[in-house]
């Protein structure tokens, strides 16, 4: 039979959409899902704040009367008028290994973005650079992470031949964490602190966090605004992420630098690596899914490194390994044994540069496509 699109309208047609990957990567060792709620809350206009700045639709592709497909197309005034280029972005891009349902797909965003009088459709990106971007071109023999996208190797190859080429890539590598701090590291974190005036916020609780939570995404706005596709954040949904997640923050996963005044001039947030959990907990979190999860934020042995930050006019000075020569103690103190980087931008040789004093290994790699009209 024909492959047919419907736009997802209803909370049934959302919630098919949420939960296809599940279906589709069901066996998998190396998908993890994220959680319901959380694809929910980011899906819905009334619910994500991005949706003032952000138009997005999303479809659904059938095939012999059973999902085959889903793709989401998001259109960022703010990233139009920023970088003075009208792109649709397309994200949440998942079909089985049929190209008339790539194809299908791929068709409904570039006839939307034909119409809107867009140049170029690029992605996988989603609405800020705090979701989920770029499509794995490297490493699918390894498990993926909470901050990252996981796909099947047939995937770029469809989009290869309906026109995409590369635009951006990021790279993630495997670092082994030391039982013991690298000299040099805790050498130049030292001078640092010396050179610099500067200090760790010392954390023992979640909430001595708050007071500094806005000055954080001020510092995450200003590092990262040179970066591939970045469009900074409101306050509306700097607020939204506060109340989100920093609550649910493990103090010893975060570190904090600050000046003489206690001005934040760099952070680190990292995490327990919650892979293994998702994937048993399957996109719930009950009955026994938070069971899952809670677990593994006691007791996993690999972490995450979610992100870093630097205010530009600190940046090049070494403050860096300030963060990771707390992060890296606080580790060992945990019996952490392993931490996954996430995606740094293939250009960024300040942040690769932060890890040649480790062990490590380059695991993944993902790209951004684009594509002309």
């Not at 999902?67 to 079909?95: H, M, P, Q, S, T």
């Not at 806005?214 to 596709?229: I, P």
């Not at 493990?250 to 293994?276: E, Q, W």
Request: aromatic content about 14%; overall charge positive.
């Amino acid at each position: 039979m024909a492959t047919h699109l419907v736009e997802v309208k209803t909370p049934k047609q959302l919630k098919q959409f949420i939960r296809f990957p599940l279906k589709l990567y069901r066996g998998n060792p190396y998908y993890v899902p994220l959680l319901n709620f959380d694809e929910s809350n980011t899906l819905n206009p009334k619910k994500n704040p991005a949706f003032e700045f952000c138009e997005a639709r999303y479809w659904l592709a059938y095939k012999n009367g059973k999902v085959a497909g889903r793709i989401a197309a998001i259109f960022n005034k703010r990233y139009a008028e920023l970088y003075n280029k009208k792109y649709i972005r397309f994200g949440w891009v998942d079909f089985s290994d049929d190209e008339e349902v790539a194809a299908a797909l791929f068709g409904a965003i570039e006839s939307w973005a034909k119409e809107l009088g867009a140049e170029a459709i690029h992605g996988p990106l989603g609405f800020t650079d705090l979701d989920r971007e770029g499509m794995l071109i490297e490493g699918f023999e390894e498990i993926g992470t909470l901050a990252s996208i996981y796909n099947y190797p047939y995937y770029p190859k469809y989009l290869e031949k309906f026109g995409y080429q590369k635009d951006v890539d990021w790279i993630e590598y495997q670092i082994t964490a030391p039982n013991v701090l690298p000299s040099k590291v805790g050498d130049i974190s030292r001078i640092v602190k010396q050179r610099l005036g500067l200090h760790t916020l010392q954390i023992k609780k979640t909430r001595e966090v708050l007071p500094y939570a806005h000055q954080l995404f001020e510092v995450y706005n200003s590092t990262y605004n040179v970066l591939y596709g970045f469009v900074a954040l409101t306050e509306k949904q700097i607020n939204a992420y506060i109340k989100q997640y920093i609550p649910f923050m493990n103090p010893d996963h975060i570190a904090i630098v600050l000046d003489k005044n206690d001005r934040m001039v760099g952070f680190g947030l990292t995490m327990p690596s919650l892979a293994k959990a998702l994937q048993k907990a399957r996109g719930r979190l009950f009955p026994f899914g938070f069971l899952h999860l809670l677990r593994a934020l006691k007791h996993s042995k690999v972490a995450e490194l979610l992100i870093i930050g630097v205010l530009p006019e600190y940046q090049g000075l070494g403050v860096p390994a300030l963060m990771i020569a707390e992060i890296a103690q606080k580790f060992a103190s945990k019996g952490i044994i392993m931490a996954e980087s996430n995606p740094e931008l293939e250009t960024n040789s300040r942040v690769q540069a932060q890890w040649k004093f480790f062990d490590l290994r380059q695991h993944k790699r993902r790209r951004c496509f684009i594509k002309h009209i």
